[in-house]
Nanobody, 126 residues
Framework: QLQLVESEGGLVQPGGSLRLSCAAS????????IGWFRQGPGKEREGVSC????????NYGDSVKGRFTISRDNAKNTVYLQMNSLKPEDTGVYYC???????????????????WGKGTLVTVSS
């Protein structure tokens, strides 16, 4: 069975940090650009970040630029999203997807994904 599995999210205080991971089973990630998007309560789907198959190129949404870092370890078949300086507006369900498309268009409105994780809830609140 081909699937992506996100690590557990959680409750984080504003200003705090959290690292999400995305592991693949049934296939290898190294052929795919991997992305994260999120959906906050009452909000549209928003692309967070996308990383190329090699890891050499990355994109970030404007709202997370400078605070979030995407990385990958193809040997471990895993992609990571390090989230720092978290804000209440970062609250939402985060999804790992494959593939993503590097560029602004995908970040504005994620599309074209073949594989999705089930999502993990991140709540930023005091």
């Amino acid at each position: 069975q081909l699937q992506l599995v996100e690590s557990e999210g959680g409750l984080v205080q504003p200003g705090g940090s959290l690292r999400l991971s995305c592991a693949a089973s049934g296939f290898t990630l190294d052929s795919y650009a991997i992305g994260w998007f999120r959906q906050g309560p009452g909000k549209e789907r928003e692309g967070v970040s996308c990383i190329s198959a090699s890891g050499g190129s990355t994109n970030y949404g404007d709202s997370v630029k400078g605070r979030f870092t995407i990385s990958r370890d193809n040997a471990k078949n895993t992609v990571y999203l390090q989230m720092n300086s978290l804000k209440p507006e970062d609250t939402g369900v985060y999804y790992c997807v494959a593939p993503c498309t590097l560029g602004i268009r995908w970040l504005v409105r994620p599309w074209g994904m073949d594989y999705w994780g089930k999502g993990t809830l991140v709540t930023v609140s005091s």
